[in-house]
Nanobody, 123 residues
């Protein structure tokens, strides 16, 4: 079992920055993917970005390309989503998720989920 705990959400003004963290504990397979999702108010959950630590591959949803950066920390079980130039439409609950059964960048099937945290972009 893998446990995922997110931190770092909050309120930020448009144009500002936030860094979300995802700490993974428990059994970590040699191959897995870490994915960030978000659910905006009144909308369905969508994949934002993913990383496969075993080869360093990263991927971004079009609306966040050039503004968000996914990375792995020096503590290898911690992952980050650096969010810059935030817009009101980035508001939502952000979730960290992982898959070991499908350990590649994909947004359709995750094995483990964090509880999520709220990011609000507002003046």
């Amino acid at each position: 079992q893998l446990q995922l705990v997110e931190s770092g959400g909050g309120l930020v003004q448009p144009g500002g920055s936030l860094t979300l963290s995802c700490e993974a504990t428990g059994f970590i397979s040699p191959q897995y993917v870490i994915t960030w999702f978000r659910r905006a108010p009144g909308k369905e959950r969508e994949g934002v970005s993913c990383i496969t630590p075993y080869d360093g591959f990263v991927q971004y949803e079009d609306s966040v390309k050039g503004r968000f950066t996914i990375s792995r920390g020096n503590a290898e079980n911690t992952f980050y989503l650096q969010m810059d130039d935030l817009k009101p439409e980035d508001t939502g609950v952000y979730y960290c998720a992982s898959s070991t059964s499908r350990p590649w960048c994909q947004y359709y099937s995750m094995d483990f989920w964090g509880k999520g945290l709220l990011v609000t972009v507002s003046a």
